[in-house]
Structures are given as C-alpha cells and as structure tokens.
C-alpha cells in the first residue's frame, strides 16, 4: 500500500463510503501515476516561468482623470508633473510683487502664505489665469483667504480655506509677537496657457508663500472651467434691495462661498433675513432655489455656533446677547455642487447690518448668455389687500387694469380712492425682484397682498411671439391692456409660455401678483421674457 494515500476504512452503513473505496482500490495504481506525471508538468512550468525575462509594465496605474477632493465636479488629469514654487517676501509699499507666473498647461492645488505682520488690511491679492484682459481675482488678500470684515483672526477648517492663526505666545526674539495666520487655499486654478499670481501692498511686508501645482504634459485635455471669485461688502448693507452674493453669465457652476455680518440693527435677531436666492438660467431655463434663514442655509439650527465641517460651518461668532451677534460661515458645494449654463444671480435677504461675501465659482472663460427680449425697466405699485384669496384676486375692475395701460405711472397714483407710491425697478437676466420692496419687518417680503408690475416690450412689427413667464403664487398677465392669461402656480415657481401678438413698437406687459408662503417660502421674483 502507498503510504501517502491513506483513507479511513469504508463505514458498512454508508453504501457511497464503500462504493468510492472499493473503487479507490482498483485506480489507486493509475492516480498515483497521474499525479506524479501532473507534478513534473508543474515543475517544469515554473523553471520555465522563473527563468522567463520579467515583461515591462504596459498598464497606467492611475486613472486617466480624477475628481477633485474639494470641488467633485471637476475632473482633473493624473498626468503632470508635481510642482512646487517658493517665495521669499520682502515687498515695497506701491510695489507689486508676482509670487507665481507659469506658462502652459497645470493647475495649481495649494495656496499657503505667512506675513510677520499682523496688520495686513492693506495686502490685495490678483489672480489672472490664461491671459485674461481682466484677473479672475481681484480682491483683498485677507477677503479672499476667507477673513471677513476686519474681525480677529480665526481659525478656518474646510473643504476650501484652512487658516490657523498665530495665538502662540513665544519669548523667541526670531518670531514675531503679531504675526498673521498660516493661509491655506485648496481650491484648484486649472490653466491651460499659464497663470499668474501678484501681491500688492499699501506698506512694506515681510513673509513668505509656496504654490504647490500640477505641469501637465502637453497632450492632456483640460476641462474648459476656471477659477472665479468675487468679493461685495455693504457697510451696512441697504435692506430694501438683495445682497448680492455672486453674479455672472455664461456657462459654469457655484462651488461655494464664505459670508459675514456685523449686527447693527438690534430690532430682532441676525439670523431673522429670510435667506438666501438663487436665481439661474433667466436667458434659457428660469429656475430658482430659495433659502429658508441665514442660519439653516448653511446647515445649522437656531442659530449659529462655532462648529467647523469640511462642507459648511462656523468659524468666527461674538455673542453678546440675542440681538447683538457678529459672526462668519461658510458653505462649500462639494457634495451639491449648482451649475448655471446661462447666467447666476446669487444675493442673500439683508438687514441695514454690515455684510461681506467672497463667492468661489468656475466658468468657461468668454461664454455668455443668448440674448433675450424682455423689459429693462419696470414699474411696480400696491400692495393691494386681495393676495391672500384666489377668488378675490381674480376680481380685478376693467377701470382699474385700463388706468393701469395708460403709459408711464407718475410716482403717485390713486387707485380705487387710495394714493399709492410707484417704485421703479430695473430687470437683471429677466428677472424682476419684489422681495424688498414690500416688507412687514426687516428683511421678510410682506405676504398676502397683490401688486401689479409693468413693463414694455418693443418689436419691429407686428408679430405672433410666445409670453414666457416664470413665477411662484399667482398672477395675471394683461397684454396691451387684454387679459392674455391666469396663472396658479401656488405651490412653487413654474414657467409658462403663453400666446400672444405684438403690436409694432412698444407692448405694454401688465401682471398682477401676489405673494404666499410655499415651497418656494419667502421668493417674490418674477421671469419675463418674449420668445
């Protein structure tokens, strides 16, 4: 018997045990040298393979394309070169120092700057990617970094920004007892023929800076989008009209912006705005996204408080009671990211506070919006007390909607014995906001109550043409006078086409509106335009 093929004996209850033994017995000759003639085989394979010549790698472990950590939607080439470029500052007051000029194809992925000194008010910082007539960043330097409205530093931790002050306190004569931050930007500057980088200073600065960046090979396709950013401040900012936060045509998308407040007016409290607008596509696909309150925009609840995410959070808050707030947030689009293939109008509800928003976006450089035919100006006057009931809305007096398509509105009109303010209003991209014009308390447009807005349409003759109109609540379209259309849209902002004839020359567009909480809650905008 082969020792090395041993098996149990067969179990005389189990007729499978007997029958494969018994069988084992007559092959166990023919298996031993089946096995033995497949172990030579194998031997001699693997002589052969370690002796073969190792083949050359042919497979790219990396991925042609990745996304990007702090803003997804951009898809970045792993094909480069990994850069570095250092800076030794030592800068005259007038005199504008260029920390950064590369010519090519790359991208720069990291920003880190540090200056000995502690007041830098006066530092503005220029980017201008491929050559643009105009930088895609011109700002402040501590603005852009993400310190808002001249407040202590503080530490930032996000997707997009990490700024660490110095709070050390340190007997070492070597470092400065009021240095500035360590300033980190981890939002990526892609450029396909070069990229430059400037500092201008209104008084002699010390410090030092490194760009940490990608040299691509000159065969890689590049996406189209560059780095954007823009700054507004309103000191303080005017209550009847939006804050604007972002605005720009063309095609592209938000990846994300940064915003701060200084309470001055201590009626109520700060976070009491009404939120955000998001108005996107007038000239090709009007739609919007409305905010809820400053503090839920950004995630949080009543109220802020100093908790940092990578995506949205609170860096800075001086809270010296319920009325009487300062403070900073951010909110990165990493995850949410809100594209616009035409145009963007970005603005946030304001109070008479001092405001101040750095907003952070990509587009394809020259891309504009179509051209759209829709009233520049328009004329808007009420409030009327008929918003909060269809049927009486409806209930709109012929005299009335005649005196209404009598040419321009004076600043005063009486209507139905009462004397009413004429506001005038200009259109941006289509769109007409009411919001602040009529309020109950600061920053909340009034509910329940119906204006009428007037604008004029001209053609070069007359002409079949389509009335699209976007809005939320409900309203009447009057064409020259004529009733043309009676829209409820009282859950949410929808866009209609409606039918209509122009006249040659001037078209008078008259619509009366309403406003309701829905969806949609505090919008009061409307889209017009003459397709």
Known sequence: MNSHFRHPLPNPQ??????????HSHLRPRFSKAIHKCLVIIVLAAVHLLG??????TVDPFPAIYADPAVPLLQMPTNFRARRTSANLAMEPGKPVEIFNATGAGCVRHLWFVFGE???DDLAIEITVDGAVEPQVKMPFRSFFGALLSFEDYHINSAGLANFPNFTVTND??????ASPGWNLYLPIPFS???RIVLLTGSGKNGGGMI???QYRDEVALTPLRFHAQRNIGQP???SEPFPIAETEGTGFLAGYIMGWRQKDHGDMVFHNGGTRLLIDGQTDPHVICGHNVEDDFGFSWGFNQYQTQWAGCPYRDNRGRNDQDGVFYRFFGPDPIPFRSSLIFTSASRPDDYEAVSYFYKVPGSKAPPIVTPQGWQVVGPFPDGDNLEAFKKTGDDLVKQLSQGDWPEKLTLNGTELTTNNLTAKFGWVRLEGVYQTRTAYPRLDASVYIRGIASSPSKRAAALRIGLDNWAIVYMNGQQVAMLDHADEFQTVKIPITLNEGDNQILIKTNNRMNRDRHLWAIHCAVE
């Open 193 to 195: 023929k070069g990229c």
């Open 52 to 57: 073969a010549p190792v083949q050359a790698q």
């Open 237 to 239: 900012a005017n209550a």
């Open 118 to 120: 502690k007041n830098i």
């Open 14 to 23: 189990d007729p499978l045990s007997i029958n494969a033994t018994t069988m």
């Open 173 to 178: 004569p070597h470092i400065p007892k009021q």
């Open 212 to 214: 940490d960046w990608q």
